[in-house]
């Protein structure tokens, strides 16, 4: 598909305004760049002052157009990693959501600050350089396939010594279905091994991400990535992390892709202090083997390991199968 026929279609999208009070579905975050309020700039940092604010000379506006040297504000993490004399792709916008007025804009009495999409961590600064000026350049002509658009991604997610830019293209690659059905097997090679490396939150977002991809690109690593995430961290999990998600969502991988030997490892998590994780277990034993999915909840039911919310659960359980 052209890219710039689809990049178009993504600034119009975006640029619409919203009704209803309904929250807006998450988005990919390269397509949130292209809002008519933003700006997307290769600069080369010249100064950095009080406040968090960087001063940058523009030597390429990628998407829109604004001063040819700006003054951004940062955020301290930002503002401690950047290199005076070093070039970035800054995404900016004078502009912020208005306070009081739903939908409405406002310019920012503070000057140009860095944007922030739903969904990443970080705000939109990245290294310059080829794979994400391609991606951050949408009225440039370029046409960019499918395997070609991702293997840049993979590309950036590849670099761990630029987390921003690794992050923005894991989290884009999680959004696009269009990417995901499409994947080359040599992408899939790659994606396969970001995601043994990824930390919690990043791999949680990389196998809901395989989701789409062709069986063929699937086998055997996603349901080997399910087995390791629900194995690794066993039952006394951190509920202030990502732990607890990412392990609930190997265990629903499991529910459709998981077989009888899997059976004694998600048992395991019914005893989980997470009771969502606990609940992702027992569904998950019940797709593959409703009998001992009955017999593994009696048995913690015996018990005095399992969370309060677990066993309301299980007590739901029993009594709805008991008659089967």
């Given at each position: 598909?052209?890219?710039?026929?689809?990049?178009?279609?993504?600034?119009?999208?975006?640029?619409?305004?919203?009704?209803?009070?309904?929250?807006?579905?998450?988005?990919?975050?390269?397509?949130?760049?292209?809002?008519?309020?933003?700006?997307?700039?290769?600069?080369?940092?010249?100064?950095?002052?009080?406040?968090?604010?960087?001063?940058?000379?523009?030597?390429?506006?990628?998407?829109?157009?604004?001063?040819?040297?700006?003054?951004?504000?940062?955020?301290?993490?930002?503002?401690?990693?950047?290199?005076?004399?070093?070039?970035?792709?800054?995404?900016?916008?004078?502009?912020?959501?208005?306070?009081?007025?739903?939908?409405?804009?406002?310019?920012?009495?503070d000057g140009p600050s860095l944007v922030k999409v739903r969904g990443l961590d970080t705000p939109a600064i990245y290294e310059n350089n080829a794979a994400i000026t391609a991606l951050l350049a949408p009225n440039r002509g370029t046409e960019l396939s499918a395997v070609s658009e991702t293997s840049m991604l993979l590309e950036l997610a590849e670099n761990e010594n630029d987390t921003r830019a690794r992050e923005l293209a894991i989290f884009e690659l999680y959004l696009r279905n269009d990417l995901q059905s499409a994947v080359s097997a040599d992408n899939a090679r790659r994606y396969a091994t970001i995601t043994a490396g990824a930390d919690p939150r990043l791999k949680n977002f990389l196998l809901q991400g395989a989701r789409m991809f062709p069986q063929q690109r699937r086998t055997p690593w996603v349901k080997r990535e399910y087995r390791n995430a629900i194995a690794n961290y066993g039952i006394d999990l951190d509920l202030n992390s990502d732990v607890p998600l990412l392990v609930k969502n190997a265990l629903l991988g499991l529910r459709h892709e998981g077989t009888p030997d899997d059976l004694e490892l998600i048992s395991k998590h019914l005893y989980s202090n997470a009771p969502g994780v606990a609940k992702a277990a027992l569904s998950a034993l019940d797709a593959i083997d409703p009998q001992q999915a009955m017999t593994h909840a009696q048995q913690a039911m015996q018990t005095d390991k399992i969370h309060l919310v677990t066993r309301r659960a299980l007590t739901i359980y029993i009594e709805q199968h008991s008659g089967a």
């Open positions: 598909m052209r890219l710039n026929l689809v990049r178009a279609l993504i600034i119009m999208t975006t640029a619409l305004p919203m009704s209803g009070h309904a929250a807006r579905p998450l988005g990919p975050p390269i397509a949130e760049f292209f809002r008519t309020e933003n700006q997307i700039a290769c600069a080369a940092v010249l100064e950095k002052s009080g406040g968090n604010k960087v001063e940058a000379r523009v030597t390429d506006y990628l998407y829109g157009t604004d001063d040819e040297t700006v003054t951004i504000m940062v955020d301290e993490s930002v503002f401690a990693d950047v290199r005076v004399g070093a070039e970035y792709v800054f995404v900016f916008s004078r502009l912020r959501k208005n306070r009081l007025v739903r939908d409405e804009w406002e310019v920012n009495p």
